[in-house]
T-cell receptor, first 111, second 115 residues
Framework: SQQGEEDPQALSIQEGENATMNCSYK?????LQWYRQNSGRGLVHLIL?????REKHSGRLRVTLDTSKKSSSLLITASRAADTASYFC???????????FGQGTILTVHP | DGGITQSPKYLFRKEGQNVTLSCEQN?????MYWYRQDPGQGLRLIYY???????QKGDIAEGYSVSREKKESFPLTVTSAQKNPTAFYLC??????????????FGDGTRLSIL
């Protein structure tokens, strides 16, 4: 079953702007991961945040996790046209050790 | 370079036919996974394997079969029992089975269509 739900489903911004994508989930998690998928390609792992962490940074990416609200956000700062892709959150629950993916956010960055 | 290779990139299936999708990895990963992705959807787990000669059903295993005879290879067969096989199929691997904080590495997928 799909545990994660991303919001918005689609996001269109101009180059240089920040992009924020949100993910909500339903059960207790071990960790939450964000992946990126370019059109027609496989997924690429971006960042992993554990349930006892609140915030994590990697380059232009900032991920937050609020376990009380069962939600996470991915912020991409100073976006570039090359950031155009679909972004998925995936959770690993404490009871089901495999990744469960959300439906994704389609990000379009206009040059 | 290490990675995951899926072949073919495009595959067509006729009625009543079984087809096999190839997945090979040279990352020395123990665990391998097969996912199905439908348009505008996330990924759903079909089968996974944590070690050679062992595999487990995922959420949507009906109509599919797998084998894991070698660490490097995890082929997926889409059988005629799968009535709606048209989808994008993704293979992935991760370093150590039963460690749930490992990222998964993905191949570039096989797009399967019905003739």
């Amino acid at each position: 079953s799909q545990q994660g739900e991303e919001d918005p489903q689609a996001l269109s911004i101009q180059e240089g702007e920040n992009a924020t994508m949100n993910c909500s989930y339903k059960t207790s998690i071990n960790n939450l991961q964000w992946y990126r998928q370019n059109s027609g390609r496989g997924l690429v792992h971006l960042i992993l945040i554990r349930s006892n962490e609140r915030e994590k940074h990697s380059g232009r990416l900032r991920v937050t996790l609020d376990t009380s609200k069962k939600s996470s956000s991915l912020l991409i700062t100073a976006s570039r046209a090359a950031d155009t892709a679909s972004y998925f959150c995936a959770t690993v629950s404490t009871s089901y050790g495999k990744l469960t993916f959300g439906q994704g956010t389609i990000l379009t960055v206009h040059p | 370079d290490g990675g995951i290779t899926q072949s073919p990139k495009y595959l067509f299936r006729k009625e009543g036919q079984n087809v096999t999708l190839s997945c090979e990895q040279n990352l020395n990963h123990d665990a391998m996974y097969w996912y199905r992705q439908d348009p505008g959807q996330g990924l759903r787990l079909i089968y996974y394997s944590q070690i050679v000669n062992d595999f487990q059903k995922g959420d949507i295993a009906e109509g599919y079969s797998v084998s894991r005879e070698k660490k490097e290879s995890f082929p997926l067969t889409v059988t005629s029992a799968q009535k709606n096989p048209t989808a994008f199929y993704l293979c992935a691997s991760s370093i150590v089975a039963r460690k749930y904080d490992q990222p998964q590495h993905f191949g570039d997928g096989t797009r399967l269509s019905i003739l």
